[in-house]
């Protein structure tokens, strides 16, 4: 028997392949996974669907109106807010349902709980629960409610930089950061004052928001950004000394 060979992908192809086999995944093929999808929201704006992420408003947030919801298995605590996902449905396994050779790019934003009825978010489901546009461009609306998909990781690819919007109230900084490129997804964060001399670790908050408790008003305000490809970022100067809380900050940098 010859040597187990892994064929050449990125990083953070690597850790989503990894993550997902031991996450409950039962089939992989050609690098697209199973799993299974509805729509939620019919009733709201498809731009308020930013939940556990805590994305305000997915428009403004940069992702516009094609956002998920997932499942325990793929959300991950949180980690999963902002990452890019191309969905297809499974047309051999539902013609019924199913829009033949359609496929939609989606942005994590919320998060789809567990119920005590065997539901389809439970683990170890992997379960996308979409926003109803961007339902609509892989399946037919109807009564079946539930249609089987493939999915794979794909890149994000944002117009303009990421952006910072700052909350909290004195020492306590919370930064929700959003619009940002490439794996799409922040593994660590830091946030850096005009007069102090290090970079200071922020801690994940919840969703896509990232907190520190040391009080930086009046000055201005660089953070650096590690994505879960390892790829990293400084964002020098991109808040100035006269912010505000509630304020968003759009830099000039982006991942790719």
């Given at each position: 028997m010859g040597p187990f060979i892994i064929p050449f992908v990125k990083v953070w192809q690597l850790f989503f392949i990894v993550g997902t086999i031991f996450g409950g995944v039962n089939a992989q093929v050609n690098?697209?996974?199973n799993a299974h999808a509805t729509f939620y929201g019919a009733d709201q704006s498809?731009?308020?669907l930013g939940g556990?992420?805590?994305y305000d408003n997915t428009l403004h947030a940069g992702f516009g109106a094609n956002t998920a919801a997932l499942s325990g298995a793929l959300f991950r605590d949180g980690e999963a807010c902002g990452a890019c996902y191309q969905l297809r449905c499974d047309y051999r396994a539902d013609p019924k349902w199913c829009l033949r050779r359609a496929s939609v790019t989606i942005t994590a934003t919320n998060f789809c709980p567990s119920n005590n009825n065997g539901g389809w978010c439970n683990p170890p489901h992997h379960h996308f629960d979409m926003s109803l546009p961007a339902f609509l461009r892989i399946a037919r609306h109807g009564d079946e409610g539930i249609v089987p998909v493939l999915y794979?990781?794909?890149?994000?690819?944002?117009r303009g930089g990421v952006r910072f919007t700052l909350k909290g109230q004195s020492s306590f900084n919370m930064v929700m950061i959003t619009n940002v490129g490439g794996s799409g997804n922040v593994k660590a964060a830091w946030i850096r004052g005009s007069r102090t001399r290090t970079w200071l670790p922020m801690n994940r908050n919840w969703g896509a928001n990232w907190q520190s408790s040391i009080d930086l008003r009046n000055q201005r305000l660089s953070f650096k950004l590690t994505l879960v490809d390892g790829k990293t970022l400084e964002f020098l100067n991109v808040v100035p000394s006269t912010w505000k809380f509630g304020q968003t900050f759009a830099?000039?940098?982006q991942f790719f």
């Open positions: 690098g697209w996974f498809p731009f308020s556990a992420c805590g794979r990781r794909v890149p994000c690819k944002r830099s000039t940098r």
